[in-house]
């Protein structure tokens, strides 16, 4: 008798959670730090169905998982991100969308594909939003975790919108692009403090490529044209629409923040991909970037990638682009394998010191780097055997860059049991200072975000 393969993105902690539950006065190990106070909301796919053909981890529907903390005491709640197709498919009782390792269904009225919006989170004029890069973002009501629904800014959304926006901690304005595999290939848009959609502007690219991130600094914008490139040629040869051209150079495009097309300024490395960066700024007659790279991608790899195969890790990695004579420098910065890079949100834009990364270890974060960008150095804290964790979402507790806490879902695979752990970021190789336990497994999941007790007070 042959068994049916299990899908790796259904089975163990990738598997979803079917109940939205909620659950007061958790049960802690330590003691949370009297001055916390606020919700850590982290996002992730959790199909609400059986998937309807090949299953990757990226279809899932968004749910939400909260932690609130107050007064030394902790709550959790999930919940799903209620989007259109979410709806439909409640209603219809089965899944209508197949996933992104399916053949695009261009007959479905709805949409060839279903805004999940499972990937990230943001803040950002008295508002919280639920992000998956393809459509609209979600508004959430919080601390409910609700959704309240799509947005649009009043109909002026002209683009997809990044999972990934920055927002400028100085000025309050938001940053967002989206990018498309038809013409033109990229609209990048600035939002006002006050949550205004000012201004909307094609940039031109060779040809469509899937552009996950981008960073900005205190003047600046930087797209990365990088050879994960998207050819309908390609699809009608059966091959992968969108695949990483290694012998295909990538290109770095800075922009004034309110600039256009004509404004942008191309440099030129060799072929690398990006998911994710950790910060931009300016230091003199250089732009500065840092993110975790990799020599090439594989977009839908389900199988581990082979132990002597160095191109997919990704490492910290520094480029310095001189806007004076063009030329472009380029190190890395560590040795080990990290990703879904962090740094104190209050100084993103700005000449930053410390930066946090999950530290990869047999596939999964085994716990949690701090970079010393000055020294060079950096210092792990471990989750110990049998516990992977996620994103480390940096908290702040006053002034000082490293002055607050980083915190994660960890998953014990030994117990299939999750808790929320919250360790000191200038003692990150010590013991949390507390361990939230959950009531119920967290599944693996994307990004997160801090919402500050002032913020929830101030929430639209």
Known sequence: MVTAAVNPFLDGNFAPVREEITADDLKIIGELPPDLSGMFVRNGPNPQWQPKGQYHWFDGDGMLHGVRISNGKASYRDRYVRTK????????????WSGLLEPPQMDNPEGAYKNVANTALVWHAGQFFA?????????????????????????????????HPKVDPITG????????????????????AEGELMKTVPIELPMGVMMHDFAI???????????MTFNPMRMQKGEPG???????????????????????????????????????????????????????????????????????????????????????????????????????????????RYGYAGKIGQGSFEGIIKYDLNSGKSQSHEFGKDRCGGEAVFVPRGNGEDEGWVMTFVYDSSKDTSELVIVDAQNITSEPVARVLIPQRVPYGF????????????SK
Not at 217 to 224: E, K, L, W
């Open 217 to 227: 600094t205190a003047n600046y914008t930087i797209f990365m044209d990088l050879p």
């Open 85 to 96: 197709g979410w709806q439909i498919e409640h209603e219809a009782g089965k899944a209508v």
């Open 447 to 458: 990004h997160g975000d801090w919402i500050s007790e002032e913020k929830l007070q101030k």
């Open 173 to 192: 304005e938001m940053m967002f692009f989206g990018y498309s595999f038809a013409p033109p290939y990229l609209h990048y848009s600035v939002v006002s």
């Open 242 to 352: 969108l695949k990483f051209e290694k012998d295909r150079a990538s290109r770095f495009g800075i922009v004034p923040r309110h600039g256009d097309n004509n404004d942008v300024r191309w440099f030129e490395t060799p072929a690398c991909f990006v998911w994710h960066t950790l910060n931009a700024y300016e230091q003199g007659d250089e732009v500065i970037l840092l993110g975790c790279r990799v020599n090439s991608a594989n977009m839908f790899a389900t199988e581990d990638v082979e132990s002597d195969s160095q191109s997919n890790i990704p490492r910290m990695h520094r480029w310095r682009f001189n806007m004076k004579d063009g030329s472009v420098r380029e190190e890395s910065l560590d040795d080990a394998a990290s990703e879904f890079p962090r740094i104190n949100d209050n100084f993103l834009g700005q000449p930053t």
């Open 131 to 163: 992000l998956w890069e393809g459509g609209a973002p979600y508004a959430i009501k919080v601390p409910e975790l609700e959704t309240i629904g799509e947005y649009t800014y009043n109909g002026k959304l002209q683009s997809a919108f990044t999972a």
